[in-house]
């Protein structure tokens, strides 16, 4: 695996630990944040367990569930990641 592919890989993880903490922080269930963003639960379970990588419009609909701006939500993410580097 190459350096990019590992960034990669670490930022998706990031990111769905950030997905999760943020919908516990505001304490809404998997559903409820599916059904603000516009996705099925199912879906929403995939990018929180970094099953599936997030497409920038369904960054856009999280975040806005959330209340963030989707660059928010991706610097939460990214700061996850360094931690964790």
Do not use: H
């Amino acid at each position: 695996m190459d350096t990019n592919e590992t960034q990669v890989d670490a930022l998706t993880s990031a990111l769905a630990d950030t997905l999760t903490a943020e919908r516990s922080a505001a304490r809404l269930t998997r559903g409820e944040l599916a059904k603000r963003a516009g996705l099925s639960e199912v879906a929403l379970g995939r990018y929180e367990r970094g099953e599936r990588d997030v497409p920038y419009k369904t960054l856009a609909q999280l975040a806005g569930a959330l209340g963030y701006k989707p660059s928010e939500l991706m610097a939460a993410a990214e700061a996850r990641a360094e931690r964790r580097s």
